[in-house]
């Protein structure tokens, strides 16, 4: 073809592609806005490090072996890194729509020709075989940029798969450290609730001498006896509750129910003390897996808005081939054989009848929802750290308050104590007394389980640690 030729074929083309029609694309919450109303609440915070292991901070090895052996081994986990796997084969298969795509093909055919067709004798009516090898050479060349926003889309969502297991991880961990707190407070109610029951159990000896005295009534009795198995019956569905978190740490952690039998009574260090950085909270969005599991959908899909564009434009391909076609295997490869062809096609999309504008609204749709989903967890995760940083504070106001009331209670304690032992009075104001502070402890353990899950729940907002280290050029 020749040069004038082609120029005007491919600029008639450019005239006729049609208009890509406007459309509106959602903008979301702008960062520094996030910035700006996380600062009022970030006065007090440090230059501490939130670490991707806070769990080790608790100082248990044996809480660190369980999260460590559940994120290596857990089946939730493998799921989700084998779709992640999976993310990175497709862009692997779209990168290597990048380059021309070479095949060989061959064939050989044995066929009579008739003797009543174009071809005369000695062909017309004979029988032969024809052999027929061909390399051949395509590429469509991508003016309008399809395919980079093709493979640009797919690598966002290879991240988007990425960052899904980071927050599974976060959540895994997160879950697992929360059951294994929990337990280790109801160990400790449990030790006090065995305590209270040894002094249930020496009221009520004393309660059944002064019966024998005449000092005392059946009611008295059986009111001591209904308190003792009351307080019996608390030990036994702690126990049911802790076999239960147990039970839950093997569920969540995949390992089989026999793993429970191997588990000892936690040991948590008390003195572990959540660092709340202050760069964290200015930088919250690129500490949130979540955040960012949202963040690259929505790339994703604003690639796939271009991708879609690229429908309206016209194209050019490129094919080409060399083969060797003979009836006779001895002539082959001779030059007379030889089959040389190359082509070049333009394509051009004119009348669909709406369907590449229904195509772009429906991915422009798409993204909008994204970002409008994007936006939305945005304003959660701010809202979490904010309401989670408050809830601490009452807490803390409330667990002061308690304080003073178990030093009153313990004041108490000892003053009955001392009355014991100058004679003043008889055995059973103390143990009521001492039962009274059993019970004020045991709602000091409750208080600390509370501390201890928002410290969790505030670990969790913060990200756990997680950063978001993309790769800015590869992205945009």
């Known amino acids: 073809m020749q040069p004038k030729i082609l120029i005007t074929v491919c600029l008639s083309f450019l005239l006729l592609t049609g208009c890509v029609p406007k459309m509106d694309k959602a903008t979301s919450i702008p960062e520094a806005v996030i910035n700006a109303d996380l600062e009022k609440n970030s006065a007090d915070f440090g230059d501490e490090t939130l670490v991707r292991e806070w769990w080790k901070g608790y100082g248990d090895l044996q809480l660190d072996s369980i999260i460590e052996s559940a994120l290596l081994n857990a089946p939730s986990l493998k799921s989700i890194e084998a779709r992640y796997a999976q993310a990175n084969s497709v862009i692997q298969s779209v990168q290597s729509r990048n380059l021309p795509h070479l095949s060989a093909n061959g064939s050989v055919l044995r066929e009579r020709f008739s003797e009543n067709h174009i071809f005369p004798p000695p062909l017309g009516g004979g029988t032969y075989t024809q052999y027929q090898p061909e390399l051949t050479l395509d590429y469509d060349f991508d003016f309008w940029n399809a395919r980079s926003s093709h493979i640009l889309a797919v690598k966002n969502k290879a991240l988007a798969q990425m960052a899904t297991i980071e927050a599974s991880k976060l959540a895994l961990s997160s879950a697992i450290s929360e059951t294994y707190l929990s337990w280790n407070i109801d160990e400790q109610k449990l030790r006090l609730l065995r305590i209270m029951e040894q002094t249930n159990r020496d009221e009520l000896k004393i309660v059944e001498k002064q019966y024998v005295l005449g000092l005392s009534d059946a009611v008295a009795i059986n009111e001591k006896k209904s308190v003792l198995s009351q307080t019996s019956q608390r030990i036994e569905e702690l126990k049911r509750i ?21 588990l000892k009574i936690p040991h948590i260090n008390d003195g572990f003390r959540l660092p709340i950085p202050k760069e964290i909270m200015l930088n919250l969005l690129a500490h949130r897996p979540d955040v960012a599991i949202a963040k690259y959908t929505a790339l994703s899909k604003s690639h796939t808005i271009e991708q879609t564009k690229a429908q309206f434009y016209p194209n050019i391909s490129l094919s080409g081939a060399i083969g060797f076609t003979s009836f006779s295997w001895a002539k082959l490869v001779d030059h007379s054989s030889y089959t040389p062809s190359a082509g070049i096609a333009l394509s051009l999309p004119l009348f669909d009848w709406g369907e590449r504008a ?31 940083l408050k809830q601490t504070k009452l807490l803390e106001v409330q667990r002061r308050l308690h304080d003073e009331e178990i030093t009153a209670k313990k004041t108490n304690e000892t003053i009955e104590r001392k009355k014991l032992l100058q004679g003043l009075s008889n055995k059973l104001p103390y143990l009521a007394k001492k039962k009274t502070l059993l019970q004020g402890e045991i709602e000091t353990l409750s208080l600390k389980e509370t501390k201890l899950l928002l410290q969790i729940n505030l670990i969790k907002a913060l990200g756990g640690g997680y950063a978001d280290q993309e790769d800015t050029n590869e992205s945009q």
């Open 242 to 262: 802790i076999e239960g978190k147990k039970e839950a740490i093997c569920v969540l952690g995949g390992f089989l129910p026999s793993y429970a039998n191997t």
């Open 358 to 388: 229904a195509n772009l609204q429906n991915s422009v749709s798409d993204y909008n929802s994204s970002v409008y989903e994007y936006d939305g967890v945005v304003i959660k995760a701010a809202n979490e750290v904010v309401t989670l």
